[in-house]
């Protein structure tokens, strides 16, 4: 079987040093969408939280000996899919960012975590479990 992801956009911005997990980070930057998929931004408003799934494009290729990693602000390994590591068997990372406006196919955000040119695979709404 053979899965093929098509980016949909990419991650824009200036910030040199990024917080390595998206609920700590203030930072802001862009995600720039293919025009082609303009139309499917139609409801996104400013205030409004989005889940961003994206591709960890420099991470180096995933081998057995990373199942079990040590974070470095962890004191102890931990098996991959319990941490946030972008070394990982197939590289997808998720964020949450809060979106402060939109233009065309242009939205810009807060709580970026991702590298400049970081490719985004989708976009989803962020939806409070209301248990």
């Known amino acids: ?8 956009g990419y991650v824009s911005t200036e910030a040199t040093e990024l917080p390595r997990h998206w609920s ?11 025009p082609e998929y303009q139309t499917g ?3 996104i408003e400013p205030g409004q939280r989005l889940v961003v799934l ?7 290729d995933f081998t057995p ?18 941490i946030c590591s ?12 809060r979106v402060l406006a939109i233009k065309d196919n242009v939205i810009t955000v807060k709580g970026i975590d991702m590298l ?11 939806i409070i479990d209301r248990e």
């Open 1 to 8: 079987m053979s899965i093929d992801f098509k980016p949909i």
């Open 24 to 34: 700590v980070s203030d930072v802001e930057g862009r995600l720039v969408i293919d």
């Open 41 to 43: 931004l139609k409801d």
């Open 54 to 60: 994206f591709h960890f494009h420099r991470s180096p």
């Open 65 to 82: 000996e990373r199942l079990v990693q040590k974070p470095p602000h962890r004191d102890a390994s931990l098996g991959v899919f319990s």
């Open 86 to 97: 972008p070394v990982r068997p197939n590289p997808l990372g998720m964020s949450v960012v």
């Open 116 to 126: 400049d040119g970081t490719p985004i695979l989708d976009l989803k709404p962020y």
